[in-house]
Structure formats: structure tokens, C-alpha cells
């Protein structure tokens, strides 16, 4: 979105979460708090997004670090939330909007980001507050509008009257402003309260001063206004968001046998007619296809799955599975497998930076690390690809096409095995074995009768 800039207040120390961890660096179930606001913004097409850090800020900048559009600004001392939103005012052109949030507020969309500053731009207002009409209120501070609709005042709880304690319209802390009308009410701003704080709900007072109208935008779902002060907020975030983000899969052809222990990140995608069983977790960005079965008790991790592809009780982490495998049950793919089709990894069996081709088996207790297998290979019990040496050097083994490993058998990298070769059973191989060749190392056979005797 040009000429838009976000401003997150991120400073805080969050005393009620009662936590050494910065406040929004705890997680609402696979991703910080902070990370879902920033990706909100970038997901508004917001392209410069400035993060006020204070409490631990080595801490929050260090986790931000590999985020392109993000640059975090020091508020040294925490003078309140106009304090914190001045820190951005040198990176504020006259002719930007700027969006303004508290960086506890995970559940924002984007949709509810873009919406908001568009309306500011179209009502060509000097700023927009963001609202939302609960059943409720409470303690929280009214938005009292005047004849046309628009901003007349925010009141507190304790300074309503008893006209405008029965107001059921609240004030969010979520803003879009003009940037110009913006930096001049900064220079407005003054501590003259009980705190000795310069507060962001002064600034529309600021911009009505001036002579412009100032908006007041009604967020269409209600769930998306909830901030994060305690423990019990974070169960209560989390909740939402899982319910929303199940919700969503369900109404776009993902059946889940039991929606309320399945557990799906907000950046997962998945095809229609997968079926997702309970205790199952997908995180990250994973990716799955049509056609699947995931579960029971499975736990998926930024991975992109295939279609038609089963998988049971097993982990998989950062790897590929392509269309029709067959994963466990308790099978451990570890990061940078690549299975293509037609794959059976099953009970026990381990892989970790290893490629699969087609339609090859490691079908129980076997571990496969840092190794090149071939398409239709077949690996029996008890296999290890034993990828480190007395150096501590990781090393490859390549197992070619059609070739067959026989049970309890070590293969020590850097090895080769050739196409349609058998390892028999037992052996431990160092050396490169030929194509079409039958490799057996182990000792000769001894029987010594009646010893047993003695």
C-alpha cells in the first residue's frame, strides 16, 4: 500500500504477564505475539512498518532481525504511548497515512488494516479511530460521535455520566492519521495528567483543533479488538484464534473429526477432502494437499505434504512429502527430507536431509540421515546410514535405484551403493559396491559344540 507507513508500541514491559520475556515475544500458539501484527501489516501491503521496543529491547530487536520491512526504534524511556509513536516521527513524510497500533493486539486482520485506512483516505479525514459496539463495555473507554457521525470524544469509564456509561461502542487504541497532521500534534502533546505521560488518545483532540473531521471506523468482527495483558488474555487469544482459523478450514472442505483437539496455525493451507484426526498440530507454514489423512496424534511443521498422502502418528519437520506416501505410524521426519511419490516411511523409522525417489520403502527402525536414495529401493529393519566419522564430519551415502538393503545392516558414508545391488543381512559396508553386485561383510559363522556343557 503506498505512502503507508505502521506504527507498532511494542515497548512495554507487560508487568501483569508476571514473565522475564518481553510481552510480545510470547507466543499465541506457534508464532510471538508481535509476529502476528507485523504480518497483518505486511499482509495490508504496508511496506514500512516501525516497531517501538523498550523493555528488553535487545530481545525483540534480535527476534525482528530477519524481517526485511521492520525497523525498531528505541523508546529509552517510557513516556507514554504518544512518547512511544514520536520515536517514528524523522521516518513520517507530510503526505503519508500512518496506522498506529499496540503490538498486544494479535488478532488484527489485515483485511480490518486495509479497511480502516481506506476509509481515513476516502473520507478524507485528518485521522480515524478504530471501534467496536460490545454488549459489555465494562471499564472501557466510550466513543461518544456527533451529529454526522464522526469522532466528538473518548471518555473514560470513570468520567461517563450515566448517558454515556449505557454507550456500547469502545475505543480499540487502533488509529490511521494523515502523517502531517500527525508530527504537528506531536509537538502538541504534553504530560499534564496524574501519570506525567504523553498519550496517543490526545492526538484526534489535536487534529479536531486544527480544523479537520476525524473518523470513527466500526471493526465487522469484534474477536479481532482483543488485547493481551495477562496469562489468562493469552489462553483467551489463543482460543480465538484457533477457532477462527478451524473454522475456516472446515468451511473451505477440510473435515476435522474433533475440531476442539486439532490445532492449526494461522499460516497453514490445506486442500479440500483432507481429513484431519484428533491431537493432531500443524504449524508454520505448512502446506498439505487434497485428498489426506493427518492423524491421529501427528505434528506437522512448516512442510509442504502432497495429495493423497497418509500420515500417522508421526512428526515432520521442514521436508517435503509428495503425493501419495505413506508416513508411520510413528515415524520422525526430520528437517530437509524430500520424499518424492509413492513413499512408505514406517513404525520407528527416522530420516534427516536425505532425498527419496519414487516408490521406494523404509518401512521400520531405521534411521536414514544425510543420504541419496534411489526410486524403487527397499531398506529392511535395523538399517543405519551412519553419516559421522571419529572427525565429527558429516558425510553422504547414496544408495542407488532398485537396490535392496538387508536388515541390521551400517552403511558407513561416505559409501556408494550400486543399482539393483543387495547388502546382505548384518553387514557393516565401507566400501563402494558396484552395480549389480551382492556385497556381505560380516564375520564367518563359528559353532563350537557342547560348550555349553561345562
Known sequence: ?????????????????????????????????????????????????????????????????????????????????????????????????????????????????????????????????????????????????????????????????????????????????????????????????????????????????????????????????????????????????????????????VTLIDPSSTYISLNAEIGKDTIIYPGTHIQGDTVIGEDCIIGPNSHIISSKIGNNVIVETSKITESIIKDNCKIGPFAHIRPKTNLDKNVKVGSFAETKNVNVGENTKIPHLIYTGDADIGRDVEIACGVITANMNVNWEKNRTVINDKAFIGCNSVLLAPVTVGKNSIVGAGSTITEDIPDNSLAIAREKQVIKENYNKK
Do not use: W
Open 1 to 253: 500500500m503506498s505512502n503507508v507507513k505502521a506504527i507498532i508500541l511494542a515497548g512495554g514491559k507487560g508487568t501483569r504477564m508476571k514473565s522475564e520475556l518481553p510481552k510480545v515475544l510470547h507466543k499465541i500458539y506457534d508464532k510471538c505475539i508481535i509476529d502476528y501484527v507485523c504480518d497483518a501489516c505486511e499482509d495490508a501491503k504496508i511496506k514500512d512498518i516501525f516497531v517501538i521496543v523498550g523493555h528488553k529491547h535487545e530481545m525483540v530487536e534480535e527476534h525482528l532481525a530477519s524481517k526485511n520491512n521492520v525497523k525498531c526504534l528505541l523508546q529509552e524511556y517510557q513516556l507514554g504511548t504518544g512518547h512511544a509513536a514520536m520515536q517514528a516521527q524523522d521516518y513520517i513524510e507530510d503526505d503519508d497515512y500512518v496506522f498506529v497500533i499496540n503490538g498486544d493486539q494479535p488478532l488484527i486482520s489485515s483485511q480490518t488494516i486495509s479497511s480502516l485506512i481506506s476509509f481515513c483516505k476516502q473520507g478524507n479525514y485528518g485521522g480515524v479511530v478504530l471501534s467496536a459496539i460490545i454488549d459489555n463495555p465494562g471499564s472501557l473507554g466510550r466513543i461518544i460521535r456527533d451529529n454526522h457521525g464522526n469522532l466528538n470524544r473518548i471518555v473514560e469509564r470513570k468520567d461517563c455520566n450515566d448517558e454515556e456509561e449505557r454507550i456500547n461502542e469502545i475505543n480499540i487504541g487502533v488509529y490511521c492519521f494523515k502523517g502531517k497532521l500527525l508530527k504537528d500534534s506531536f509537538s502538541k502533546l504534553d504530560d499534564n495528567n496524574a501519570q506525567n505521560e504523553y498519550y496517543i488518545t490526545d492526538v484526534p483532540y489535536h487534529i479536531k483543533d486544527m480544523g479537520y473531521n476525524f473518523g470513527v471506523y466500526a471493526i465487522a468482527d469484534i474477536s479481532e479488538y482483543q488485547g493481551i495483558n495477562s496469562r489468562e488474555e493469552l489462553s483467551i487469544a489463543t482460543s480465538t484464534l484457533l477457532d477462527k482459523t478451524r473454522k475456516y478450514h472446515m468451511n473451505n472442505g
